[in-house]
Nanobody, 124 residues
Framework: QVQLVESGGGLVQAGGSLRVSCAAS????????MGWFRQAPGKEREFVAA????????DYADSVKGRFTISRDNVKSTVYLQMNSLKPEDTAVYYC?????????????????WGQGTQVTVSS
């Protein structure tokens, strides 16, 4: 079992940067692909980025490509999302999730561990 706790959210001006982190507990973190999702008020949760268990492969939503970078540190059992050039439309609750699969990229239903989320607010 993997438990996930996000941190690092906050309020930032448009054009600014923020890094959110997701600390995992559990011995199997390094075998999980990890992803970031977000949900804005009144909208469905959407995929943001994913990284394979070894960190070799990554995948991004078109809306964040070139601005966001996902990374992981398997020694620290932590996955990061560096967000640059933030826009007001990036405002959302950001969730990290884990998928116990070797397939790449994981399908949405394969994410079976979720954190509680961290709020990111981008002001214009």
């Amino acid at each position: 079992q993997v438990q996930l706790v996000e941190s690092g959210g906050g309020l930032v001006q448009a054009g600014g940067s923020l890094r959110v982190s997701c600390a995992a507990s559990g011995r199997t973190f390094s075998s999980h692909a990890m992803g970031w999702f977000r949900q804005a008020p009144g909208k469905e949760r959407e995929f943001v980025a994913a990284i394979s268990w070894g960190g070799v492969n990554s995948d991004y939503a078109d809306s964040v490509k070139g601005r966001f970078t996902i990374s992981r540190d398997n020694v620290k059992s932590t996955v990061y999302l560096q967000m640059n050039s933030l826009k007001p439309e990036d405002t959302a609750v950001y969730y990290c999730a884990g998928a116990a699969t070797t397939a790449w990229p994981p399908l949405s239903y394969e994410y079976n561990y979720w954190g509680q989320g961290t709020q990111v607010t981008v002001s214009s």
